[in-house]
């Protein structure tokens, strides 16, 4: 089993996905690299598992050229949080444990990576990006439809708002990893005799009630700051909003998994419910409406 075919295939899987992070592709290859790390940390024993990333960095390094240093730097902060997924797993531990583990794992390791950037080599982030921003708006600039200016303001304006929202595209992006992650090596795991827990079925989905009142306070407050407002208080409940609205719009999509068993409506009906779910913003007041009143009993009788 543990120098298999299916054991190579995941190796050279993971391999070409790596090498992919020397080219555009890296904005999509980013979600599934971290799937065949998984498999293999479940696939192979430790000393196996070394040998072939040993393997895996070599080739990829050289494939890689130039990119090579950074390619490698990009797999490894990639395959730490696999491995942690990879060994909840291993244990037999639920779903919700694995995700929430690669969640917390990626998570930290951003705010590490941003840590280094803004520490050690001195880089003031919202600076750059406003710089960056700037530069690019200035050729929309100079054409001569917009006054003189327009893109510093515009460049600040929106700088601004992404490093106060940051916590929140954080948190987001490392759930998005952990999930994706987790469906796939589901997935992943048939095709080598495994087998990973699943999440608890979406009609069961029932988010604590304590949200609604934390969503009615951050609202309040943030009704209640000033629009040049700045400091922790202010980042929390700009971030705060956002995070419980997205907790809601999950359960709204629960809720409408809840309505199809209930209804004996046929499986697709609930999944084209969340198209307009995930694209209409205001939809989430549904799964907010669905925590605060006993709305399903309503259904069920």
């Given at each position: 089993?543990?120098?298999?075919?299916?054991?190579?295939?995941?190796?050279?899987?993971?391999?070409?996905?790596?090498?992919?992070f020397a080219s555009p592709l890296m904005l999509l290859t980013i979600f599934l690299v971290m799937t065949?790390?998984?498999?293999?940390?479940?696939?192979?024993?430790?000393?196996?598992?070394?040998?072939?990333?040993?393997?895996?960095?070599?080739?990829?390094?050289?494939?890689?050229?130039?990119?090579?240093?950074?390619?490698?730097?990009?797999?490894?902060?990639?395959?730490?949080?696999?491995?942690?997924?990879?060994?909840?797993?291993?244990?037999?531990?639920?779903a919700r444990t694995a995700i929430s583990t690669g969640s917390v794992v990626v998570l930290a390791q951003l705010l590490i990576v941003l840590l280094i950037f803004t520490v050690q080599f001195d880089i003031d982030l919202k600076a750059e990006f406003s710089s960056y921003l700037a530069e690019s708006l200035k050729q929309i600039e100079t054409g001569g439809v917009l006054q003189a200016g327009w893109a510093v303001d515009t460049a600040k304006t929106f700088s601004d708002l992404i490093m106060t929202a940051l916590p929140m595209l954080l948190l987001l992006i490392a759930f998005l990893?952990?999930?994706?992650?987790?469906?796939?090596?589901?997935?992943?795991?048939r095709t080598v005799g495994l087998e990973a827990p699943s999440l608890p079925k979406a009609s069961t989905w029932r988010a604590p009630r304590s949200l609604v009142m934390y969503y009615l306070i951050a609202m309040i407050a943030s009704f209640a700051m000033s629009e040049d407002a700045s400091g922790y208080w202010s980042i929390a409940i700009t971030n705060l909003v956002p995070i419980l609205r997205f907790v809601f719009t999950v359960q709204a999509i629960g809720f409408f998994f809840f309505l199809a068993e209930t209804k004996k409506w046929p499986r697709v009906v609930p999944l084209l419910f969340c198209i307009p779910l995930m694209l209409f913003p205001p939809a989430y007041i549904i799964g907010l409406l669905d925590i605060a009143f006993p709305m399903r009993k309503f259904f069920v009788k």
């Open positions: 089993m543990n120098m298999s075919l299916k054991s190579l295939a995941w190796s050279v899987a993971a391999l070409l996905l790596i090498v992919t065949p790390f998984v498999v293999l940390f479940n696939l192979l024993q430790p000393k196996f598992m070394i040998v072939h990333l040993v393997l895996i960095g070599i080739i990829a390094y050289f494939l890689a050229g130039g990119y090579g240093q950074g390619v490698l730097s990009i797999a490894f902060f990639f395959l730490i949080p696999s491995l942690a997924m990879g060994y909840i797993y291993k244990r037999g531990g639920k990893l952990a999930v994706i992650t987790h469906g796939l090596s589901r997935l992943a795991f």
